[in-house]
């Protein structure tokens, strides 16, 4: 399974998960985007000439789509960032150490540095001409006592939609 982000340069990448079905293709995309993953066909009802700043990137964590082949690859891709400690967050995170239970100021922020290393890896990738990436991982890491470095790393690659005779 893959999924596709849906991004402006360098922001954070935008998710819905109810799909649509195309009528061409009978493939499902999730609402929010306004082309079939599958086939390209455009949604029914939208403009997809008016979604142009808008870049849409198959992003998977296996080394191949199911649905699309892979028709050139650029080579390794990464996005990185690094958040710094707050002192209240922390305060807060080692309350909830204490007496039990998860820190939902710490898993926001993995969530929220997970999708801007994503996107600026899909960012990246896109400069480089691709249109998908591939083997897609996490690495986490800390930097000195007070700070979190996220890299996600892909390989960056072209991909079309698979036919009916490419099955197999």
């Known amino acids: 399974m893959h999924t596709v982000i849906r991004m402006k340069s360098s922001t954070t990448p935008e998710r819905e998960s109810m799909p649509w079905t195309c ?7 999730d609402l929010g985007y306004n082309i079939c993953w599958t086939c390209r066909a455009p949604r029914p009802g939208s403009d ?4 142009a700043e808008h870049i849409d990137m198959l992003i998977t964590t296996t080394p191949s789509f199911s649905t699309h ?11 990185e960032t690094i958040y710094g400690a707050n002192v209240l967050r922390d305060f ?9 239970g998860r820190s939902d100021e710490y898993e926001t922020l993995l969530v929220r540095g997970r999708n801007t290393a994503m996107s600026e890896m899909a960012a990246r990738a896109t400069k480089m001409g691709a249109n998908a990436v ?3 991982r996490f690495d986490y890491s800390t930097v000195g006592n007070s700070m979190l470095m996220i890299c996600c790393i892909g390989t960056a690659v072209t991909a079309s939609p698979r036919t009916a005779i490419d099955d197999g």
């Open 69 to 79: 082949a892979i028709d050139h690859y650029f080579g390794p891709v990464f996005g």
């Open 48 to 51: 997809p000439n008016g979604d």
């Open 134 to 136: 591939v083997g897609m």
């Open 23 to 29: 009528p061409s293709c009978d493939g499902e995309t």
């Open 92 to 100: 807060f995170a080692a309350v909830t150490d204490i007496v039990g």
